[in-house]
Each structure stands twice: as C-alpha cells, then as structure tokens.
C-alpha cells in the first residue's frame, strides 16, 4: 500500500485523468521543463532555484521518492516545482502537450546493465525522437549517467540523432558540466572516482 502523499507540491494522476492546465496549477505561463527520474529530489530543487522563470515537472515512479522529493521542495519554499507519480511515456503522452517543454532533464536512469536487458533502457534513438514532438524549438535534453557503456551509447546515438544540435561540440559527452547540479546520487560515484557522463543536446 503507497503512503499517502499530502505534500501541496504533489499533483495526484493517474492513468486516464484528465490532462493538468499548467498554466492553473504554477499560477502562470513560465515555460516547463521535465525532470524525468527525480530520485529524492534534490537535483530538481537546485535547478528550480537556479531557473526561477521555469516550471518544473519533477517525475518519478517510486512512491517514497516523490514524498522525499515534495519534503524538500516543501522545505526550499519553492512554488515552481510539481511532483508527480507516473511512469514517463503514460504521463507525457497524456499530460504535455506538443512543443510544450522547454528542457528535458534525465539524470541516472536505471542503466539495466545485463546485455540482454539493454533493450529495456529509456533513453534510446526512438525515445529522443519521441521527446522532440513535446520540445520547443531550442528547448534543452539534458542526459547524465554513471553507467560508462551507457553514456557512451547515449553519446554516439545523439551525435547522429536528427533534430538536435550538440551542445558540447566537437565533444560528444563530458565528465564535468559548468552550471548542472550535481545530485547526492551523482556525487557518490563521484566520490568513489567514477564519472558521471553528460550529454547536452538542443532541440532543432
């Protein structure tokens, strides 16, 4: 049984509800961007701070992660931060419209790090090509992963990927990105020596 989750930043969904009138719920017009895979949420609260013209989609599927994450929004006193519960596709499909989003955040997606499981990864050429019909013209991917085959499979897939410009040029990828918070999650690899690989990509 899921913990109730009584947080004022948590938006309650479910499949088949209607979709949320954004502008309604931020009380205003800011653009959105979607962290998908907040984790417990301090990554997002860091961006929010740091982006205060921007509305924040903070999602995840893990119960207790979205009531860690709401807590420290609650805590920052941040009012452009939602929380949801919902798996990625589901949600976006139902819930965003076309050329919605303004940035797109996946940081530490589970890497499925078996060979014969690597088809069950959510960040693939199909699914950038998906996000791209919820993106504004020049609205961010941010992708960050510990996972070394992960990152450079994100990185060489991106480099061909129609529709999207690389912001890191002539790199693909790299270990440090000046101005991108680093979560609690990242920094314990970090601590143990192992970098984190981010790719950045604008929407064309």
Same mark, same amino acid.
């Given at each position: 049984?899921?913990?109730?989750?009584t947080?004022?930043?948590?938006?309650?969904?479910?499949?088949? *509800?209607?979709?949320?009138?954004?502008?309604d719920?931020?009380?205003?017009n800011?653009?959105?961007?979607?962290?998908?895979?907040?984790?417990?949420?301090?990554?997002?609260?860091q961006?929010?701070?740091?982006?205060?013209?921007?509305?924040?989609?903070?999602? *995840?599927?893990y119960?207790?992660g979205?009531?860690?994450?709401?807590?420290?929004?609650?805590?920052?006193?941040?009012r452009?931060?939602?929380?949801?519960?919902?798996?990625a596709?589901?949600?976006?499909?139902?819930?965003i419209?076309?050329?919605?989003?303004?940035?797109?955040v996946?940081?530490?997606? *589970?890497p499925?790090?078996?060979?014969?499981?690597?088809?069950r990864?959510l960040?693939?050429?199909a699914?950038?090509?998906?996000?791209?019909?919820?993106?504004?013209?020049?609205?961010?991917?941010?992708?960050a992963? *510990?996972?070394?085959?992960?990152?450079?499979d994100v990185?060489?897939?991106?480099?061909?990927?129609?529709?999207?410009?690389?912001?890191?040029a002539p790199?693909?990828?790299?270990?440090?990105?000046?101005?991108?918070?680093?979560?609690?999650y990242?920094?314990?690899?970090?601590?143990?020596?192992?970098p984190?690989?981010?790719?950045?990509?604008?929407n064309?």
């Open positions: 049984m899921l913990i109730p989750n947080s004022l930043s948590y938006l309650p969904w479910e499949d088949n *509800d209607p979709a949320p009138l954004w502008s719920i931020f009380g205003n800011n653009p959105i961007a979607l962290e998908i895979g907040c984790g417990v949420g301090d990554f997002v609260v961006m929010a701070v740091l982006h205060p013209d921007l509305n924040f989609i903070a999602l *995840d599927f119960n207790k979205c009531i860690k994450t709401c807590k420290r929004v609650d805590k920052s006193g941040l452009n931060v939602r929380v949801l519960r919902a798996e596709r589901s949600f976006i499909e139902a819930c419209p076309a050329g919605a989003l303004r940035m797109v996946i940081n530490c997606p *589970d499925w790090p078996k060979l014969r499981h690597r088809k990864r960040v693939n050429s699914f950038a090509a998906y996000l791209s019909r919820f993106m504004q013209p020049e609205a961010d991917l941010f992708f992963t *510990d996972f070394v085959d992960y990152g450079q990185a060489e897939f991106m480099a061909v990927q129609p529709g999207f410009k690389n912001q890191l790199d693909t990828f790299r270990h440090n990105l000046e101005g991108y918070p680093v979560s609690k990242m920094k314990r690899f970090l601590d143990m020596g192992q984190i690989y981010y790719v950045h990509y604008r064309i």
